[in-house]
C-alpha cells in the first residue's frame, strides 16, 4: 500500500499527544478505512493520540473501537502529516465516522520515560565535556541508544554525565512545551542539537526541562524527570566519525 496515496487529500491529523501525552483515551471521527486484506486495514482519523513511528520513538499500539468493532493498532506512520494506523480487526469492521480510541500506555510511558532520559542525557554529556553535543540518531525500543557526533568520550566522562543524569532525576524537574517560530527557536534554544536541521517557515514545539536548554521536539516527554527512574548506561560503541551510548531505566 502507498502511503502517499492513502494520505492524498486528507486533512492532517490532529496530533492530541502534543498537548497532553498522558492522554490514554480519546474520542474521534474515523475518515477513512483501506483494507489490507480481509483481517487488516489501514485507518484516518481526524485526530488522534497515537505517535507514529518517528523521532527515534517507536509506534504507539492500541485500539479504535466503536459499538460493533475493534481493531487492534499494531503501527502508526506519518505522512504528510497524516496518521496513518494500520492493524487488525479483532471484531467486526471498522464504519467511517465516530469511534474510540485507546493507547497501550505501558509501552508508551516507557516510550515517555526513555526519551526524555535521552534529552537530559544530552544536556548532561554536553555539560561533562563543557561543549555542545550534536546527535545523530536516537531509538527508545527495548534496545535505546543515543548517537552523537565525534569522537567517543572517554569512559570516565561518560561515567560522570551518567552521574549527574541520576542526581539531577533525584532532584526533580518539570517538563514543558510551548509552540515557536524558527526565528525564535534558535534565540531561546541556541544550544540544542542539530539548531541547523530545523525546516524552515514551520511552527516548532520546544520542549524545555527545567533548569536544561530548550530542544526543538515533536515526540512524548514526561512531565518531570522523576518519573524516569534510574538511568543506566550500556555500552558506548565508536564509528565513523561518531559514536552511540545504549541505555537503560530501572525503575
Ligand atoms: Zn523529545
Redesign the pocket.
Known amino acids: 500500500m502507498n502511503l502517499e496515496d492513502l494520505a492524498r487529500d486528507m486533512a492532517a491529523t490532529q496530533l492530541l499527544y502534543l498537548d497532553d501525552s498522558y492522554l490514554k483515551e480519546s474520542s474521534c471521527s474515523i475518515l477513512k478505512v483501506e483494507s489490507d486484506d480481509r483481517k487488516s486495514a489501514y485507518v484516518v482519523l481526524d485526530r488522534s493520540i497515537f505517535h507514529p513511528k518517528s523521532?527515534g520513538q517507536p509506534s504507539d499500539q492500541g485500539r479504535i473501537s466503536t459499538d460493533t468493532a475493534v481493531f487492534e493498532v499494531r503501527k502508526v506512520m506519518a505522512t504528510k502529516g497524516v496518521l496513518i494506523h494500520w492493524g487488525k480487526y479483532v471484531q467486526g469492521t471498522l464504519p467511517i465516522g465516530s469511534a474510540q480510541l485507546k493507547v497501550d500506555w505501558d509501552l508508551r510511558q516507557k516510550c515517555m520515560r526513555r526519551?526524555?532520559a535521552a534529552?537530559l542525557f544530552d544536556h548532561c554529556l554536553a555539560t561533562v565535556l563543557g561543549k555542545r553535543v550534536e546527535t545523530t540518531d536516537s531509538w527508545v525500543g527495548d534496545e535505546s541508544y543515543i548517537g552523537y557526533r565525534g569522537e567517543i568520550p572517554t569512559t570516565g566522562h561518560l561515567q560522570e554525565a551518567e552521574k549527574m543524569e541520576n542526581e539531577l532525576i533525584l532532584k526533580g524537574a518539570k517538563v514543558t512545551s510551548q509552540l515557536m517560530t524558527r526565528e525564535q527557536v534558535v534565540a531561546y534554544a541556541s544550544d540544542a542539537p542539530n539548531l541547523a536541521r530545523l525546516p524552515t517557515g514551520a511552527t516548532l514545539r520546544v520542549?524545555t526541562i527545567e533548569g536544561c536548554g530548550g530542544?526543538p521536539?515533536g515526540?512524548t516527554?514526561v512531565r518531570n524527570i522523576r518519573e524516569i527512574g534510574q538511568f543506566k548506561l550500556g555500552a558506548a560503541q565508536s564509528l565513523d566519525g561518531s559514536f552511540r551510548t545504549y541505555f537503560g531505566l530501572i525503575l
Open positions: 523521532g526519551h526524555t534529552h520542549v530542544i521536539c515526540g516527554h
